[in-house]
């Protein structure tokens, strides 16, 4: 007889990470709890969450609103686990101060209810490699102990708002500081760009950057200049694994292969001519990208199932399957 898991809460399991986080703790035996933000008209399909294996038995749907971080109360009491996935929503109304706020008070909002639970053994932060990658001290690796300059990435003037680099960095920092303080046992993920096949109905944004490459859009070749990738599969089993794992303390980089735009033009000519993929030029660096270590990670006893080929065709199969590639580039054939 299988043993009983959980219950355990997600948050915003609609999104990318979240949804493939759900389906893999539901594969793995765990009553789930996730949040979606509220939707007072009903017009959003989330199926693809509700049509899951084991879904109509272990599966528990609540709204959650980072704006109102006590709407979360009632589908984080009486859990054992949290993974905290959500972010606020881009919007261009929004000013970096405005998305800071709303992402670190919600976040604390959210480990206050998990300590009011008196339930929940372990929470599980989402960040973001975004955290570690800008400190401007020209290291080729960063690790755990790296953080970002917020000052020195709203120098470089790159494609990522510091917005969204301001958040992730001051929130991982802030739930740190608070699980400290509190005593609340807290583990937080930092993945990089995070790509694979996916199962919610909205592109993911790191996805469409890829379809780049075969839009054209040079102007974001940039972007792809130099990347560290990561399955969504390893990710969140990086993620179950680490709530499992009674050791494991602190912060975990979460990245698996390293890669280059002319290599993934290589990867991309080979396996898929029919979408004329434009050769790539020469480009600068208009400043030192470092690499990501997981080797704190690995000495877990984590180990990465998925390559640049996994990683890659998943994404553009499911691309395929969703109609995407149909909408940007016409009927093809299959």
Not at 247 to 262: L, V, W
């Amino acid at each position: 007889m299988e043993e009983e898991k959980g219950p355990v809460c997600v948050t915003d399991g609609t999104g990318f990470i979240g949804s493939w986080l759900v389906m893999k703790l539901l594969q793995n035996g765990y009553t789930v709890r996730t949040t979606v933000r509220p939707d007072p008209e009903c017009k959003r399909d989330i199926s693809y969450l509700t049509s899951l294996p084991r879904a109509s038995e272990k599966l528990h749907i609540f709204n959650g609103d980072l704006n109102q971080p006590e709407s979360f109360n009632v589908a984080i009491e009486g859990c054992t686990g949290v993974f905290h996935v959500a972010h606020p929503m881009p919007n261009k109304e929004l000013d970096e101060a405005s998305v800071t706020k709303q992402s670190v008070e919600g976040t604390l909002g959210i480990l206050k209810a998990c300590l009011n639970a008196k339930t929940v053994k372990k929470v599980v932060y989402t960040s973001s490699a975004a955290t570690v990658a800008y400190s401007g001290n020209n290291k080729d690796m960063a690790d755990e102990s790296s953080w970002s300059d917020i000052e020195y990435h709203r120098s470089l003037g790159l494609f990522r708002s510091s917005s969204y680099v301001a958040a992730k960095t001051k929130t991982e920092q802030a739930v740190l500081e608070f699980a400290e303080k509190n005593g609340l046992e807290l583990v937080t993920l930092i993945p990089p760009f995070v790509l694979g096949g996916f199962i919610c109905k909205d592109l993911p944004g790191s996805v469409e950057l890829i379809l780049s490459m075969i839009l054209g859009k040079a102007d974001n070749f940039t972007q792809l200049h130099k990347l560290s990738l990561v399955h969504v599969d390893d990710l969140v089993s990086a993620h179950i694994f680490l709530f499992e794992n009674s050791n494991a303390k602190g912060r975990y980089i979460c990245s698996s292969t390293p890669t280059s735009i002319d290599e993934m033009y290589r990867f991309l000519y080979a396996k898929y001519p029919e979408f004329r993929i434009p050769t790539t030029q020469s480009l600068k660096e208009a400043y030192k990208i470092c690499g990501f270590s997981s080797k704190k990670l690995l000495n877990t006893g984590f180990t990465f199932k998925h390559g640049l080929d996994d990683i890659l065709t998943g994404a553009f199969q499911s691309c395929r399957e969703k109609g995407f590639l149909e909408r940007f580039f016409g009927k093809m054939d299959t």
